[in-house]
Structures are given as structure tokens and as C-alpha cells.
């Protein structure tokens, strides 16, 4: 092989944006990643754009350099193109208008507003997105969207598999009731701080949403755990659901869900900063829900030990459990082997050195354990927990005790399967970083 052909080889999948641009034979992706790329496109956009014919995807994210002229080229000319991403830049939505009439067969549109979220979109961006009739993904975050933009996309009939709504205002029930009752094959739904929704609504939406894979419906805050209950029974194929930060106050009774059965299909669930829910509660998700292996209980803080040993008791196929600012934990209560467990975070708890025997003793699968600000752990606890868990690969330390590098370079000798520590604020010299690395672990 040639240095030619060798070179190439090296750089199939690189586009490197200068006057001398190396032109790979296969360009799939293109995500421009420097203020110095973004000014030598500008130079001469529709150069590069035609150079870039077989691009697939364009990912935009966080480059204010980037306006709505380069983008028309970029669109007119990369014939291929299918996904576009557009958070954080400086493209507005009528550039993205003008370039979605140049690429009708996008599949893929992500888009953000957040600098300014009182924006409306424009009757020119609701008609060019009614024309993307291959469309199966959108992404639309905080933006001022109307009834009549989610009514266009009904009538439309677009192929959505994906549906992004996050902390998007203007619209109401019937906006979004018109759109999926005549798209029923989304499989992601997302209707994060939809905040006019409410257990009746979401119950009548669910039952369009037969394909259904995961909903977020987090910061709604009229719906209840009922809402939890609706859209699983009715959505037989639903694994992820994220019901984060809604009602304060349950309305119904615990025996009114004892028939509700058994949904195994449920894998992953975000309950975070819900304080209504308690011991009781936890235990019948654990009931209803055997195969959850992510659970995440983040500043659920009526939350003891008791509940969580008997969530880990009945559902023994967790590997991810977050129990970040549950300030109730003291200790995990338990006498019985979690092999699955790989993550634990039990940071700003009241965590003590005999939690962390307890996890050493009992969790010997584990992964990664995050014990930031957890001020009754000591030194001592540590180090019996690494040279006790032999496939730890990561952990992370904050104000929990005074850490010196003698104790760091224990640590990764006593557990060499350690590949990451996270200190904040320590600092590490040359020589001991060099050492460290040495041994195959990072820290930082």
C-alpha cells in the first residue's frame, strides 16, 4: 500500500475544513466541533457543502457561527443528508424553512430555542415541516408552538416514530390529542412540563400508543401515580418511563391498584424528586414492576432503608439505582446476595462505614459507586469496600473525607480493576498522575 492510499485509509471517516480539504470516498457523518472549522466553512460554504456530497448526518450543536445561509448550501447541496441537529446555534427557524424545501427527505430534525423561549415559530417553518413526508424523528425543545402547527402534522400524516415536546408552551390537549390520535405509531414519546395534562388526558392519549418504547411525562404537575399505572397497562410494549416531579399529593388509595397486575416488560423507571413517594409505594412498583433493572429515586426523600432492601429483595435484576439525596438512608438493609447491581449512587445520604461493608458484602457486582458528600464515610470504609468489591471500575469521592494521595495509589493497587476516580478539588502532581496512569486508572 502506497503513503497515498495509506493516508486515506487513516482518515476514511475525517473531514478536516481547510482550503486543502482531504475529501474521504465514504462521509457519513460531519459534526462540526471548533470555532475554527465553523469560520473556514463560512469562507467558503458552498465549496465544502459540494464536497461533502455523501454526508449523512450534521450535528450543529453550540456554534453561534453558524447561520441560516451556510445552512441553505449545506442542505441544497448534500443530496444524502437525513439527519439535522440544531441545538444552541444561530440558525433561526426560518433558515431551517428555506434549507428543509432544499432536503424533503430529512428523516431526523432536532432543534432548540432555549435563548429564547417566548419565540414562536413562524407559519413558514410549520408548512416545511408538513412536507417532510419521510420525517420519522422530531425534536422540538422549548419552543412556543400552537395547536395549529400539531393539527398540520396530523393531517400530514407523518411516519413520527419519536416525538420531542420538551418544556415546549402554547399548545393544549387538543393540540397534542389531534396529532397522535392520527399518528399511532410513535415509539418515544417525550411531553416533559406539558403541564395542562392530567391522568384522564394521558390515559386517553396512551391507548393511541400501542408501539410505544419509552414517554417522558416529568414536571406535569396535575398527574398523579395513576398516570403511571394507564400508560403501562395500556402500552404493552412500554420499558422506560420517566414521571419525574409530578403532583405532591397521591388522591388514591394503595388497594385501589391491587389488581393491577403484574408488567414485566417495564425495565427502566424515573421517579426523581416526587417527595410523595414513600416505603409503602416503592414496595408496590417493586410488586408491579419484577424486571426494572434502572430505577431512579433521586430527592425522593421520604425514602428509608426499608424500602429500598425490599425493592432490591423483589426486583433482582436491577443493575442502575440512584438514590442521590434520599436523606433518609442510613444504611442498606440487607441479607441477601444483588449480583446485578452494577451503579450505585447513594451521594448526599447519611451513608456510613458500615453501609459500605454492607455493599461490599453483598453487592459484588458492582461497577461504579458514587458517594459524594457523604460525611460519615471514612477512610477506613473505603478502603474495606474497594479491596472487598473486585470488579469496581469507578468511584467518586466529594467532601467526604480528607483524601491523600497515599490513600489514591492504595486504592488502585488494592483493586486493580479500578479505571476511573473522581476527586473534585484534590490535585494530583506530575509524577503520581504518570504513576496512576501507569497502572491503568484515571483520576480527576
Request: glycine share 2%; hydrophobic share 40%; charged share 20%.
Amino acid at each position: 500500500m502506497d503513503s497515498t492510499q495509506a493516508k486515506r485509509t487513516r482518515r476514511r471517516n475525517t473531514v478536516v475544513a481547510t482550503t486543502d480539504l482531504y475529501l474521504p470516498d465514504e462521509c457519513w457523518e460531519y459534526s462540526l466541533r471548533s470555532s475554527l472549522a465553523i469560520y473556514k466553512f463560512s469562507k467558503d460554504y458552498d465549496t465544502l457543502s459540494l464536497a461533502l456530497s455523501k454526508l449523512r448526518k450534521v450535528d450543529l450543536t453550540n456554534h453561534f457561527f453558524f447561520y441560516d445561509k451556510e445552512l441553505f448550501h449545506l442542505f441544497k447541496n448534500c443530496k444524502l443528508l437525513e439527519e439535522a441537529i440544531f441545538f444552541d446555534c444561530g440558525i433561526t427557524d426560518d433558515g431551517i424553512a428555506s434549507a428543509l424545501r432544499e432536503r424533503p427527505t430529512l428523516k431526523t430534525l432536532c432543534f432548540s430555542n432555549i435563548l429564547k423561549p417566548e419565540y414562536s415559530v413562524t407559519s413558514n417553518f410549520s408548512d416545511s415541516l408538513s412536507s417532510l413526508k419521510s420525517l420519522t424523528s422530531l425534536d422540538l425543545l422549548s419552543f412556543n408552538i400552537s395547536n395549529e402547527l400539531l393539527s398540520s402534522i396530523a393531517i400530514t400524516r407523518l411516519p413520527l416514530r419519536r416525538l420531542v415536546l420538551q418544556d415546549c408552551m402554547g399548545y393544549s390537549y387538543s393540540g397534542i390529542f389531534s396529532l397522535l390520535s392520527k399518528c399511532q405509531h410513535i415509539q418515544h414519546l417525550d411531553l416533559q412540563n406539558a403541564d395542562f395534562l392530567n391522568d384522564q388526558h394521558v390515559a386517553e392519549l396512551s391507548s393511541f400508543l400501542g408501539d410505544l418504547l419509552s414517554i417522558n411525562i416529568s414536571c406535569c404537575h396535575k398527574l398523579t401515580q395513576s398516570t403511571l399505572f394507564a400508560v403501562t397497562r395500556n402500552c404493552p410494549s412500554l420499558s422506560e418511563i420517566k414521571i419525574e416531579s409530578i403532583g405532591s399529593e397521591i388522591v388514591e388509595k394503595f388497594d385501589s391498584f391491587i389488581d393491577f397486575g403484574v408488567h414485566p416488560q417495564l425495565k427502566s423507571l424515573y421517579l426523581a424528586h416526587n417527595l410523595w413517594l414513600s416505603d409503602e409505594s416503592i414496595v408496590m412498583f417493586a410488586s408491579t414492576f419484577p424486571n426494572l433493572q434502572l430505577l431512579d429515586l433521586k430527592s425522593c426523600k421520604n425514602i428509608s432503608e426499608k424500602g429500598i432492601g425490599q425493592i432490591l429483595r423483589r426486583c433482582f435484576k436491577i443493575k442502575h439505582l440512584n438514590l442521590n439525596y434520599c436523606s433518609r438512608l442510613k444504611i442498606l438493609r440487607m441479607d441477601f446476595g444483588v449480583s446485578k447491581l452494577e451503579v450505585l449512587n447513594v451521594s448526599n445520604t447519611r451513608v456510613d462505614d458500615e453501609a459500605l461493608y454492607v455493599i461490599s458484602k453483598y453487592c459484588c457486582g458492582l461497577l461504579q459507586l458514587v458517594l459524594e458528600n457523604c460525611s460519615d464515610v471514612t477512610e477506613k470504609g473505603v478502603m474495606h469496600m474497594v479491596e472487598n468489591l473486585k470488579q469496581l471500575r469507578e468511584i467518586s469521592f466529594c467532601n467526604c473525607f480528607i483524601m491523600h494521595s497515599n490513600v489514591i495509589v492504595s486504592m488502585i493497587f488494592s483493586r486493580p480493576s479500578l479505571r476511573k476516580i473522581n476527586i473534585p478539588n484534590y490535585r494530583l502532581s506530575d509524577k503520581e498522575r504518570e504513576l496512576l496512569l501507569h497502572q491503568g486508572c484515571y483520576v480527576w
